[in-house]
């Protein structure tokens, strides 16, 4: 079966602080996707990334990095010199060729708050 | 180009009336996706659906939850005679392609809150 592991509930951090979020996926398949999506206060799902599990390579963009090791089954996300902007909810989520479809399947999220 | 439209954004019912949600999808995409998220929950999938057809429905409780893709409008999920658990944020998401080769594009969300 698919899942995905999001440990950290809450994490609460000061402006300019680096955090990792981490992520640990399960899944028999040899491909799938990775994604990260962020929701805000106001509720909308953003979507930030999406890997294939052929592409290890990390990935920088701005202030947010993405370390993908399939060794460890993880995906984890970090986001340097935060801001208060950054404060949302994160969602890690699996995708595969599973028999039943192609559906994501998100973990349960973990909750980003930056203070000033 | 507008996103994914999801109405009503809000909505409230009493105890054994039905809910109907609507979700248009982002323009060229055939693909639609409802998830249900619970307080403090994530998102857990509920149906698949392409153009007038149901491709997995996995995640739909067995009784009182329906979803349609017509040919002509938007999708809809309907949950009839609601039951206070049912309250919770509903999520439409489209794509041009299945959800793990093309990027899903989420609604706003439509909260149902039964009374």
């Known amino acids: 079966a698919q899942k995905v592991t999001q440990a950290q509930t809450e994490i609460s951090v000061v402006e300019k602080e680096d955090v990792t979020l981490d992520c640990v996926y399960e899944?028999?398949?040899?491909?799938?996707?990775l994604f990260w999506y962020k929701q805000p206060p106001s509720g909308e799902l953003v979507f930030l990334i999406r890997?294939?599990?052929?592409?290890?390579q990390n990935e920088i963009s701005g202030r947010y990095s993405w370390n993908f090791q399939k060794s460890t089954s993880s995906f984890n996300f970090t986001i340097t010199a935060s801001q208060v902007v950054d404060s949302a909810v994160y969602f890690c989520?699996?995708?595969?060729?599973?028999?039943?479809?192609?559906?994501?399947?998100f973990g349960k999220g973990t909750t980003l708050s930056v203070s000033s | 180009n507008a996103g994914v439209m999801q109405n009503p954004r809000h909505l409230v019912r009493r105890r054994g009336q039905e809910a109907r949600l609507r979700c248009s999808p982002m323009?060229?995409?055939?693909?639609v996706y409802w998830y249900r998220q619970l307080p403090e929950e994530g998102l857990k999938f509920m149906v698949y659906?392409?153009?007038?057809?149901?491709?997995?429905e996995s995640g739909m409780p067995k009784e009182r939850f329906s979803a349609e893709f017509p040919k002509e409008g938007p999708s809809i999920l309907r949950i009839q005679q609601v039951v206070r658990g049912d309250s919770a944020a509903y999520f439409c998401?489209?794509?041009?392609?299945?959800?793990?080769?093309?990027?899903?594009?989420f609604g706003e969300g439509s909260r149902l809150t039964v009374l």
């Open positions: 890997r294939n599990s052929f592409d290890e």
């Open positions: 998401a489209s794509s041009s392609s299945p959800a793990n080769t093309g990027e899903l594009f």
């Open positions: 659906l392409q153009k007038e057809n149901i491709i997995d």
């Open positions: 989520a699996l995708s595969g060729y599973h028999e039943a479809g192609t559906a994501l399947i």
């Open positions: 323009k060229g995409h055939s693909h």
């Open positions: 899944t028999r398949d040899t491909t799938y996707y």
